[in-house]
């Protein structure tokens, strides 16, 4: 039963194709029908007929975008933990925050790194959140990156110490 719908609906489906009409009024305009009309005549359609639309390319405005980050001095400032400060946590775990000024309009992205080794991916905004970090001194940077990765801008190395309680 379903192969015959499946055969009936083919066949409709070509049946279905109107053959297409193009006539001119008497006020010289063209029109196109289904229907013949008189001094009507058959337009032929192609088989592989495509409308193809060729959009122009998006302009990126990231070029102009770092090349304006890049003009401007911006400095990376961390806030939090202070200078030579001494951070008490028993599981290695604080948080980095970071400023850049002047403020930015577009986005960037900032990235932390930890005795000269980077930490996660660089990141939209300056919060770092650290977890498990091994007590003893510790120096932070924070670097500020245009969207392509290049680092327009970095904070000056911040000592801090990190305590946790002997463990027995």
Same mark, same amino acid.
Do not use: A, Y
């Given at each position: 039963m379903r192969s015959l719908t499946l055969i009936g609906l083919v066949l409709f489906s070509m049946l279905a194709q109107a053959t297409v009409y193009k006539w001119v009024d008497k006020d010289g305009k063209v029109h196109y029908s289904d229907e013949p009309q008189p001094n009507a005549q058959v337009v032929e359609l192609k088989e592989k007929t495509l409308n193809q639309i060729a959009l122009p390319l998006p302009k990126t405005d990231s070029n102009n975008a770092n090349q304006a980050i890049e003009s401007i001095q911006y400095q990376v400032n961390i806030t939090s933990p202070a200078e030579e400060e001494t951070v008490r946590d028993n599981n290695g775990d604080f948080d980095v925050v970071a400023t850049i000024t002047p403020e930015l309009k577009s986005q960037y992205l900032m990235a932390l790194k930890l005795d000269g080794n980077p930490v996660g991916q660089p990141q939209i *905004?300056?919060?770092?959140?650290?977890?498990?970090?091994?007590? *003893?001194?510790?120096t932070l940077v924070v670097d500020a990156l245009t969207q392509n990765g290049k680092v327009f801008a970095s904070s000056s190395p911040r000592k801090i110490f990190l305590h946790q309680a002997a463990k027995r």
């Open positions: *905004g300056g919060t770092f959140k650290l977890k498990n970090i091994d007590r *003893g001194e510790h």
